[in-house]
């Protein structure tokens, strides 16, 4: 079975804190990817990875920046967090890289972030 | 353009009662693939199906039924015999093949509650 595994379900930091949202797959996917849910907004994508090192923005990555030094691996970071920045976290991945499309995406269980 | 539409936000039906969710969605890419998502208050996304557009077979998997339709561009989602543990929020998705990067567009989701 495929998982993806977030270190943090629950965290509460306080504004202006730097944020770290770890995510381990532990099946040799190269797309990764960093989403935010939001109650009435859906999934929004933040960012995205196709290789270790490579980095793509996704449709809201204001505030964000994200780190894939290992394939396995990808860190969502949140350099001065604020309180709009509460919400939901999921990561996912997906097998192949850029090239091909429609290949399932796995998620996470999510990271419930609240910014006080 | 919203390019997947959820448009039932919330549905509650009693227990062993059939419910369909309502999937359409917006496309000029011939080839693309459509997802369901399920997500139990738990917070994870669990993948449910992936249909290609060439595959316009309807599916069954237990109580759980899919209807493609590419006329009406819809892929609507039957629960048939309905249980508590299927309380959640299901998510219908699109991945184009024009779209190589595996992003995939989320609708908006839609809750139903399961009611014993």
């Known amino acids: 079975d495929v998982k993806v595994t977030q270190s943090s379900r629950y965290l509460v930091k306080r504004t202006g804190e730097k944020v770290f949202l770890e995510c381990v797959q532990d099946?040799?996917?190269?797309?990764m990817f960093w989403y935010r849910q939001d109650p009435g907004l859906g999934l929004r994508l933040i960012y995205f990875?196709?290789?270790?090192?490579?980095?793509e923005k996704g449709d809201i990555p204001e505030g964000y920046s994200v780190s894939r030094e290992k394939k396995e691996r990808f860190s969502l970071i949140l350099e001065s967090a604020s309180t709009n920045q509460t919400s939901m976290y999921l990561c996912a991945s997906s097998l192949l890289g850029q090239g091909s499309s429609g290949n399932t995406i796995y998620f996470g269980e999510g990271s419930w972030l609240t910014v006080v | 353009a919203q390019k997947v539409t959820q448009a039932q936000t919330e549905i509650s039906v009693v227990e062993k009662e059939d419910v369909t969710l309502d999937c359409v969605y917006e496309?000029?890419?011939?080839?693309?693939?459509l997802f369901w998502y399920k997500q139990p208050p738990s917070g994870e996304l669990v993948f449910l199906i992936r249909?290609?557009?060439?595959?316009?077979q309807n599916e069954i998997s237990g109580r759980y039924s899919w209807n493609f339709q590419k006329s009406t561009s819809s892929f609507n989602f039957t629960i048939t015999a309905s249980q508590v543990v299927d309380s959640a929020v299901y998510f219908c998705a699109l991945s184009e093949e024009m779209n190589r990067d595996d992003k995939i567009i989320f609708g908006k989701g839609t809750r139903l509650h399961i009611l014993p």
């Open positions: 990875s196709y290789d270790v090192k490579m980095k």
């Open positions: 099946m040799d996917h190269e797309n």
């Open positions: 496309t000029r890419d011939t080839t693309y693939y």
């Open positions: 249909r290609n557009s060439f595959d316009e």
